[in-house]
């Protein structure tokens, strides 16, 4: 991969980001609402298929780069660390799905009750009880344990896009504590002060001293 074809690929992957991101925030969903209204149950439907349709051919453009081997798992160790990782985030992914609403999160529940959310969770309880009692947001963790251990060997496009990825499921996981803090203010910021927003800080200090 020459020094031009990175650079071509990073723009194109913070591009995708940047307009995933502009596209769920809730500014351009209420402009909707007030300018296209029957729009607005389709919007996250709409959402999700437009992501899908322009990531799927970029991490196809990707893959299809040459590029040296920037890190790899290595033998036996490293396919257990990735397994082991990749079995963590099946657990967090699945945790997740006893409090997100997974229809909402693919845009049908808005279809057919008319609304617009484009929260992962309409559940304003924030108890900090099984995966949520690690982390705030699980699938956004298991994502990123997801895109750095799906691969044996990680080259230089992949490392590129994966880097770019995490970065953007950081920011993201940002802008979906401003929505929710938004949405349900002091409730939310009680489960702050309980629970680490990705990485789970909070909940090892707690087991490590009992």
């Avoid at 990175?6 to 913070?14: D, E, F, H, P, Q």
């Avoid at 970065?167 to 409730?187: A, F």
Wanted: aromatic fraction near 14%; proline fraction near 4%; include cysteine.
């Amino acid at each position: 991969m020459t020094v031009a074809q990175g650079i071509v690929l990073a723009v194109l992957w913070m591009s995708w980001c940047a307009v995933h991101s502009l596209l769920i925030d809730t500014s351009v969903s209420s402009w909707v609402k007030v300018r296209q209204p029957r729009l607005v149950c389709w919007y996250r439907l709409l959402y999700n298929g437009l992501a899908l349709a322009t990531f799927l051919p970029l991490a196809a453009y990707t893959h299809l780069l040459d590029g040296g081997v920037v890190f790899r798992w290595p033998g036996w160790g490293g396919a257990l660390a990735r397994i082991l990782l990749l079995g963590t985030a099946l657990l967090l992914f699945r945790g997740g799905a006893r409090l997100y609403d997974f229809r909402s999160f693919l845009g049908i529940d808005q279809l057919r009750q008319g609304n617009s959310s484009v929260l992962l969770s309409t559940n304003h309880g924030f108890l900090p009880v099984g995966v949520f009692g690690i982390t705030r947001h699980p699938w956004y963790l298991g994502s990123l344990l997801t895109i750095w251990s799906v691969f044996e060997n990680y080259p230089q496009p992949i490392v590129i896009a994966a880097g770019i990825l995490s970065l953007y499921l950081v920011i993201g996981t940002l802008l979906e504590e401003r929505k929710i803090l938004h949405e349900y203010g002091d409730s939310y910021r009680r489960y702050q002060g309980q629970v680490s927003m990705l990485f789970p800080w909070k909940w090892l200090k707690k087991l490590l001293t009992g």
